[in-house]
């Protein structure tokens, strides 16, 4: 009865911090492959659009490359991109303007920029690229993403008609921007962006009044860079004949989303968008479970984050979805279980964070071996 | 398909420390019924034959009564003790001359004496029951059982013919026993020694030797003591002619297993026991799941502990059996998931001892929804 091994698609989201969703992925296979020697396990590693992205989109395909561009703060940095299907760019903007580049955050928010990421595009597009799947998140720039604008070909212009750097510094002195020489093969491309920031540009739900202080933005500049991008934004979006600061998700990446929205830019839920990429509505096909996972679960999770999207995936093809998670808020277990088949964790008893992310993999194969026991014995012991 | 609600015996341990046994269920239960308020939930808290071993049997029905004896220092104790089915009496010893006892434990071991469970042994003869169940562990005496046989009548005496006191440091003096005057009564009446302890009296495997420390026998005083043991049991052992103190079990309790065996006591491991108290063969009729807990776990717990008792019982039905414990000891999984349909932990992420220890009733709830969940999701999704 049940003796059949059954299908698991393996879905997790990074444990930041600790383990990569590739590396957790493959734990939670280990765990189960100890109880289904011949389990049918597949391992979509998840992503929502920020760090990992690129990584997990890679894990279903493609090729991985390197493009020596500018960083944050101008220094060269060799970011990770990768091509899928020959015309397809996925580009995680913390490759090249990343938090974690530490030579860049050691220089005020004010002088950072994001033409290394223009740079970057304009290459590809010079290579023939005509996709771009743009994920942010991880960003250390609050530029409004003046300086990618400004690396495709937008002119950014003083009283004096000279180039202000396309930074938060740079832009208060802009007066003038002209588009008129921007990159023509924007028009044939197709951006998306790769985000779950509703935000609008400015104001007080804005890039810089809610992101910037963890980019290190202080308190007393926050009103004064949002004024100076506002009043970049209306310009661009005059020299472009388009709006885009005020739609939502404007202020992902401090403006980065403005800037290729637009370009025409098109915003997608990240983890939905890895989702496709990785095929996993057909990798659900006859599963008969889905386990997804993430360092740390509360109720933001299911604001969109990879493991609800992947359990939403699974559930509406009528396969249970369980998330193992390095820690779940228990007060907000009555939210989470109307998405999950059970919201186990990692630990098994009481420890440290610091000796759980010592050893985060070897904890998740543990945990999915027992719960994969708990799961064959239930549905052996079915009777209808 | 598979809607019907299932039927869960729920048997777990005690958690030491923070949550009875039946307070442990009653919170698996609690957990069960978010998930099916109308499924049939069998809760048999269950116990090993120590502490919590009176109020798991009693859980099933009977009558708690309480008796005013000498604790284990002379001073006056309520002692609590059971009354099933007319003629049998479940006694739990820490009840009479528990660890927990810090009047007692304040005098040292050498004086401290059984003598109040064989007033407690001697008053429910008196009244005519026939049967005693006679839980050991917890105890803080080291009295070889000497305490007991003397309440019920066993002389021990000095050189001069002077009774001695029955305490390690009194039998030091002891030349004589005469067994003439022992409670005729205690001829028609049926000791069940429940114990998972299989050590002799004396010896390197003695009771002495291995529990004594934990009772505050210092290492200088082992030998002697164990000697004085050695040299009573010989005498009660010739006035009785029967043996007692090489057999399985008589070190326990500080040689009240000894004591009980003397008098015609059977030893029957403490959770099978109380297993067939609950009647939880006739419990697992018909059941899809049983969960069973403890506080803390290792492969110990395979060596006839009250979970592992549950998990076989469930096993030779045909139902899985599930663990979920406060902390269990990861090396030990390999072994541990032979006996168990997954060994699940109630914490939900890292945290101290503390924190888990001040909600376990709490935790042990909402992990048992979430493991039901779990369970739900896959006799649902069962496609033999």
Redesign the interface.
Do not use: K
């Given at each position: 009865?049940?003796a059949?091994s059954p299908v698991v698609v393996v879905a997790p989201n990074s444990f930041k911090g600790s383990l990569s969703a590739l590396d957790a992925a493959n734990a939670i296979a280990t765990g189960l492959r100890r109880v289904w020697p011949h389990a049918d396990v597949r391992v979509r590693p998840m992503a929502d659009g920020g760090d990992g992205t690129l990584d997990a989109v890679l894990s279903a395909g493609g090729e991985r490359r390197t493009a020596r561009v500018s960083g944050a703060a101008g220094t060269a940095v060799d970011a990770a991109y990768g091509l899928i299907g020959g015309d397809t760019a996925i580009v995680e903007s913390a490759q090249v303007v990343g938090l974690i580049d530490t030579v860049a955050t050691a220089r005020p928010v004010e002088e950072r920029t994001t033409q290394g990421l223009g740079q970057l595009i304009d290459s590809l597009l010079q290579a023939g690229i005509g996709k771009f799947l743009i994920g942010l998140g991880g960003s250390s720039t609050n530029d409004g993403g003046a300086g990618l604008l400004s690396a495709l070909g937008m002119k950014l212009l003083d009283a004096n008609g000279k180039a202000v750097a396309p930074t938060p510094a740079g832009l208060t002195k802009l007066v003038r921007v002209d588009a008129r020489a921007l990159d023509r093969r924007l028009s044939g491309a197709r951006f998306t962006i790769l985000s779950d920031v509703d935000n609008p540009l400015c104001g007080e739900r804005g890039a810089t009044a809610i992101f910037g202080p963890q980019k290190g933005v202080r308190a007393e500049s926050v009103a004064t860079i949002d004024v100076t991008l506002a009043r970049f934004a209306k310009l661009a979006e005059a020299a472009m004949g388009r709006g885009a600061m005020d739609r939502p998700g404007a202020g992902a990446a401090g403006g980065l989303g403005f800037a290729l929205m637009l370009i025409g830019g098109e915003i997608r839920s990240g983890a939905e968008a890895v989702a496709d990429l990785l095929g996993l509505d057909a990798a659900l096909g006859g599963a008969?479970?889905l386990i997804t996972g993430e360092g740390?679960t509360d109720r933001q999770t299911l604001l969109g984050k990879a493991p609800l999207v992947a359990a939403r995936r699974a559930t509406a093809k009528?396969?249970?979805a369980?998330l193992i998670?390095?820690?779940?808020e228990?007060g907000d277990?009555p939210e989470l279980?109307r998405a999950?088949?059970?919201?186990?964790?990692i630990?098994?008893?009481?420890?440290?964070?610091e000796?759980?992310i010592a050893d985060t993999a070897?904890?998740m194969a543990?945990r999915a071996?027992?719960?994969a026991?708990?799961?064959?014995?239930?549905?052996?012991?079915?009777?209808?």
């Open positions: 009865l049940n059949r008969d479970w740390r009528g396969v249970p369980t998670s390095g820690a779940i228990r277990l279980s999950f088949a059970g919201c186990e964790s630990v098994f008893g009481p420890m440290t964070l000796d759980c070897g904890l543990d071996e027992q719960l026991r708990l799961f064959a014995a239930a549905r052996a012991n079915s009777r209808p």
